[in-house]
């Protein structure tokens, strides 16, 4: 199986990151709060293009954890706006585990619906604009 078999053909991730130590739960696992993190910043990225400018969350629409993530697994966040509205915008997110060097698989971990509002500089919603 080769290194990128499982992850989405055709697209690049916007977010790579290895799962370290530092960010387990008392478990061992990935703390969920920091996957979530990670989720939410690759989210604002399309949504930062889209805008041209300053986005912040609105809400969380969906978040689900399919697999516990590993130590030593490298993740790879996909995001892409599904809708555009006045100055919002929804964005889905999925991520995945590249994990097992000597026999390497990789599996989806996560999946969300996150929805973004573009603000000027007062921190006051605008429109999103023309694509």
Same mark, same amino acid.
């Given at each position: 199986?080769?290194? @990128?078999?499982?992850?989405?053909? &055709? /697209? #690049?991730? +916007?977010?790579?990151?290895?799962? @370290?130590?530092?960010? @387990?739960?008392? &478990?061992?696992?990935?703390?969920? &709060?920091?996957?979530? !993190?990670?989720? #939410?910043?690759? &989210?604002?990225?399309?949504?930062?293009?889209?805008? /041209?400018?300053? +986005?912040?969350?609105? !809400?969380?629409?969906?978040?689900?954890?399919?697999?516990?993530?590993?130590?030593? #697994?490298?993740?790879?966040?996909?995001?892409?706006?599904?809708?555009?509205? /006045? !100055? !919002?915008? @929804?964005?889905? +997110?999925?991520?995945?585990?590249q994990r097992n060097a000597k026999s390497p698989e990789c599996v989806k971990v996560s999946?969300?619906?996150?929805?973004?509002?573009?603000?000027?500089?007062?921190? /006051?919603?605008?429109?999103?604009?023309?694509?």
């Open positions: 199986m080769s290194h @990128t078999q499982g992850l989405p053909e &055709g /697209r #690049d991730p +916007v977010l790579k990151i290895p799962a @370290t130590p530092a960010h @387990t739960n008392a &478990g061992g696992d990935i703390f969920g &709060g920091w996957l979530m !993190s990670q989720i #939410d910043i690759a &989210g604002s990225i399309p949504a930062v293009l889209r805008a /041209r400018g300053r +986005v912040v969350t609105a !809400s969380v629409k969906s978040l689900s954890f399919l697999k516990p993530v590993l130590v030593g #697994d490298l993740i790879s966040i996909y995001a892409e706006i599904r809708r555009v509205g /006045r !100055s !919002s915008m @929804t964005v889905e +997110v999925e991520a995945y585990a999946e969300a619906e996150l929805v973004y509002v573009a603000i000027d500089n007062n921190g /006051r919603p605008q429109p999103v604009g023309p694509q």
